[in-house]
């Protein structure tokens, strides 16, 4: 039978808090049940033979500082010792009690107000699960004498029941209908039940707490049963939404697409060598223990996946760079030489064999620079790994590579640093001394002091630590043999104090915000040369720099932004007026791009830079709703230069390429579009688009377990033809016809725009 509970009747239920609060008095404390079905069956304390008590010894309990001490009994003595539950999980299930109830209410609302039959089947579930939850609990409660309901009257620490619905919210959803109440159920629900998950979090912070058996096995259920409940939603969600990249069919090279105002113009699978043709999906596989253990056994997609050893080998496609007709495409193991045709269609020319990812690329002149991080990666790009922790044969840092013939590449050059180079950037050169400058961005631990001496890591007080720095490394482009670091700033360091982590310490900003490491790095830092500026894109903080002494870049501004997990790549507008971040939310390998995650978290967020400040504008996250399979989450991109538009095109992994006009920094708009299908149906395999570039005319996108793609804007209510023309027409206001990813140069229209 259901609970007849009114939406009115919940008002003051709403508003109530679970209350956590933890007693070290073990007095206080509680005893174990171990099963709650016939309560009176059940013992609350250990009963001692008549044998036991005679043979006791007086057994003392000390009171406070300067309290005397009580003499007890053996069996209080005992019982006291089997203490099994604490305060905080009394209150954490008066809590859950009215968290479930207002579960029940939105189900019991499905009946009446929708025909969708898998609406009302879910409802009818989470109805009957809640109820039998709510039962469990009541009797756990009743079984050790606790109050079922939250008492108001106690002195205790208050935390907020995460993913309740308010009451206006309530009222909403009571007054829709059909597939706007299917929509609004789905999201609240999600919501919800999200919240009993954070509720669990929430308690495992206290120590002592879910100690007793039964109730450790009833939270561990309830986060199983909801997590994949969640996942089910999710599918729901996603099937409702009128988006067609949100109902893609799944394939490797023949998944479904969609496609908005772009035309595709060549699609390249991945060359030979640089895929396993066994697990061209790079999917992970079992292990001997998982291949013994249920299949069968309900998972989230998340679990199932990560519970699967990935590749030895990783031949994830990265980063691009072009000069000319050459497109370079960066690899995990090594990168990818190709000519680009009259009509933008890539032919390849050669592959370099180098392992060692991130394989992120820039060209200058006739030189390659290529970030490399893994300990495995070897100074001669060999493929037997290093198997030692400290070794001369270990490669961590920048690769410069001759490209002058282009089927032959010879690696000429090589910087070793720190903390490897997840990504850099090409500050200026070659000037008139010849020479180079990079700004490097370490991301990995610090090395080994025994592999090179002069790396510090992180030891309290010890300003010679590799951490809260970038590297500064100059190339002369005649012998870049010779290429070294030339200094170290500490670009995150207190002007006032000194302090090196002057910035994020790291944490959240407080509840319902992200939680985000501290600021010891930067992922990218773009450079902008001509207007002396570069933007950092941090860890915690998203930083302005000046750079118009580029061996020397000082910040200039630094802001947060509390949905940020990861400050993760800059971009700015041709005028240098403004500047797009993006989130990392989840890693890149995570589901971010869910009906229920919030718009602001993963997304980009766009600054207006005025006198030297950035000044938040908006949010902006691509709108199709995503599987529990497809990795997604904001990542590379770069401006379609549209004159008197700021338009930008961007990489979502699994989310697809979007196009996106930030010409009204406060309300960006999508303009354009392709995505294709999940690449597994079942696991969530690293795929999707690591980045996408505009680039003489064409948006090259690197998928990164696929290929390569090839597209081109489409005349739109959006964008004119003209308008499409003159971009394909744009060249750099100075210097060669190059792009590198994190390297703008101004550019203009021959048209004189």
């Known amino acids: ?90 209150s954490f299930l008066q809590g859950m009690i009215i968290h479930h109830q207002q579960a029940i209410v939105m189900s019991n609302m499905a009946d009446k107000r929708t025909n969708n039959k898998t609406i009302v089947d879910l409802a009818n579930r989470i109805d009957a699960s809640q109820e039998d939850e709510i039962s469990f609990m009541e009797n756990w409660l009743k079984l050790r004498g606790e109050d079922i309901s939250i008492n108001h009257s106690s002195h205790h620490m208050h935390i907020g029941m995460a993913g309740m619905a308010s009451e206006s919210e309530l009222g909403e ?13 789905l999201q609240l629900m999600i919501s919800h039940h999200d919240g009993a998950l954070k509720m669990v979090k929430d308690l495992k912070e206290y120590p002592g707490t879910a100690y007793d058996p039964i109730l450790n096995e009833f939270i561990s259920d309830l986060v199983n049963d909801q997590s994949v409940e969640i996942e089910r939603m999710n599918a729901i969600a996603v099937n409702l939404s009128d988006d067609p990249r949100s109902k893609l069919s799944p394939g490797h090279y023949d998944a479904e697409e969609a496609i908005f105002n772009l035309e595709k113009v060549a699609s390249l699978k991945k060359p030979i060598g640089f895929y396993n043709p066994n697990n061209p999906k790079s999917k992970g596989i079992k292990t001997s223990a998982e291949e013994d253990k249920d299949d069968n056994a309900e998972k989230t997609v998340e679990e199932k996946s990560r519970s699967l050893r990935s590749p030895i080998l990783s031949f994830a496609n990265t980063d691009m760079a072009f000069r000319d007709n050459v497109l ?38 006739n030189l390659l620079i290529m970030s490399v991080e893994q300990t495995r990666s070897r100074v001669d790009c060999g493929l037997q790994g290093v198997s030692k922790e400290a070794s001369p ?6 690769r410069i590579f001759d490209i002058s013939n282009l089927s032959e590449p010879k690696q000429v050059g090589a910087v070793q640093t720190c903390r490897g180079s997840h990504t850099h950037s090409v500050v200026s ?48 482009v005649a012998e870049p043999s010779r290429a070294r670091i030339v200094s ?24 319902d915000t992200q939680e985000t490491s501290r600021t010891d790095q930067c992922h990218d830092i773009t450079v902008f040369p001509s207007k002396s500026i570069a933007a950092g894109a941090c860890s915690g903080n998203g930083i302005l720099f000046d750079i118009s002494d580029p061996y020397n870049p000082q910040r200039i501004d630094v802001v947060t932004d509390v949905g940020f997990a990861y400050w993760h790549s800059a971009t700015f507008n041709n005028e240098g007026t403004k500047v797009i971040f993006t989130d990392e939310w989840g890693g890149g390998g995570r589901a971010r791009c869910r009906a229920w995650d919030p718009l602001d978290w993963g997304a980009n967020a766009i600054y207006d830079i ?66 294709r299908g999940p690449v597994d149906d079942e696991l969530l395999v690293m795929g999707g688009y690591w980045s996408a570039y505009y680039y003489d005319g064409f948006i090259y996108g690197t998928e990164i377990s696929r290929g390569l793609d090839v597209f081109r804007l489409s005349p739109s209510q959006f964008l004119t033809e003209k308008e499409i023309f003159e971009a394909s027409k744009a060249l750099p206001l100075y210097g060669p016809k190059v792009f590198n990813p994190q390297q703008q140069v101004p550019l203009g229209w021959s048209s004189g725009y």
């Open 1 to 90: 039978m259901k609970k007849n509970i009114k939406i009115k009747e919940l008002k003051f239920l709403l508003l109530a808090p679970v209350i956590l609060f933890l007693n070290g008095c073990a007095e206080d404390n509680k005893q174990e049940s171990s099963q709650i079905s016939e309560p009176e069956d059940v013992p609350l304390s250990y009963e001692l033979s008549v044998e036991e008590k005679s043979l006791s010894h007086p057994i003392l309990l000390p009171g406070a500082p300067g309290e005397d001490s009580k003499l007890i009994d053996p069996e209080a003595a005992t019982n006291i010792a089997i203490t099994t539950y604490v305060d905080a999980d009394i």
């Open 328 to 365: 370079v495409a960066g690899n995990y193991h090594g990168f990818n030489i190709y000519e680009i045709d009259h009509m933008g269609v890539p032919e390849l020319l050669s592959s370099v064999v180098c392992p060692g990812g991130q394989g992120d690329v820039s060209i200058v002149d």
């Open 488 to 511: 170290s700033p500490t670009v995150f360091a207190d002007p006032e104090t000194g302090a090196l982590g002057g910035l994020w310490s790291g944490g959240d900003h407080g509840d």
């Open 610 to 675: 005025v006198d030297n400040k950035l000044e938040f504008r908006s949010h902006y996250k691509m709108p199709a709703p995503q599987l529990e399979t497809e990795n997604c989450v904001a990542h590379n991109g770069s401006l379609i230069p549209i004159p008197e538009k700021d338009i930008f095109v961007q990489a979502w992994y699994q989310g697809g390429i979007s196009v996106m006009d930030f010409t009204d920094s406060t309300n960006p708009k999508e303009i354009a579009f392709f995505d």
């Open 393 to 398: 044969d270990r490669f961590r840092g920048i």
């Open 173 to 185: 959803l009571e007054n829709s209908e059909s597939t706007d109440f299917d929509r609004l159920f």
């Open 429 to 476: 050169g070659p000037d008139e001394t010849g020479k180079i400058i990079v700004y490097n961005s370490g991301t990995q631990g610090v090395r080994d002091e025994e592999e090179m001496e002069e790396c510090v890591g992180n030891i309290p007080g010890d300003k010679r630590t590799a951490l809260f720095r970038i590297d500064v490394i100059e190339i002369p």
